[in-house]
Nanobody, 125 residues
């Protein structure tokens, strides 16, 4: 059974950092695409980062570029999202998702096949 489990969310002050983890089971992350998405109250789901495991290429939304970094674990079946210089507007539920199609990194939610349950990130001002 394919499963994705996010962890690492929490409450942090503006300017702080968090590292989210996306642990996979039921498949190997070595050859798929993984995306991170977020949804804030009253807002559309937003694709913020992706990594294509075929060549480890990455992509970022403008809102998080230069602050967030997506990376894959070399040893395990986990993808991370390092979030630095957090802002109150980064507060949202963060989800990871897997896309079986290996043709490039995508931040478009309908491209993805399975989703985790999400982890809450709250940034206080």
């Amino acid at each position: 059974e394919v499963q994705l489990v996010e962890s690492g969310g929490g409450l942090v002050q503006a300017g702080g950092s968090l590292r989210l983890s996306c642990a996979a089971s039921g498949f190997t992350m070595n050859t798929v695409n993984i995306g991170w998405f977020r949804r804030a109250p009253g807002k559309e789901r937003e694709g913020i980062a992706c990594i294509s495991r075929g060549d480890d290429s990455t992509g970022y939304a403008d809102a998080v570029k230069d602050r967030f970094t997506i990376a894959a674990s070399n040893a395990g079946n986990t993808v991370y999202l390092q979030m630095n210089s957090l802002k109150p507007e980064d507060s949202a539920i963060y989800y990871c998702a897997v896309r079986w199609d290996r043709t490039g990194c995508s931040r478009y939610a309908p491209d993805y096949n399975h989703w985790g349950q999400g982890t809450q990130v709250t940034v206080s001002s």
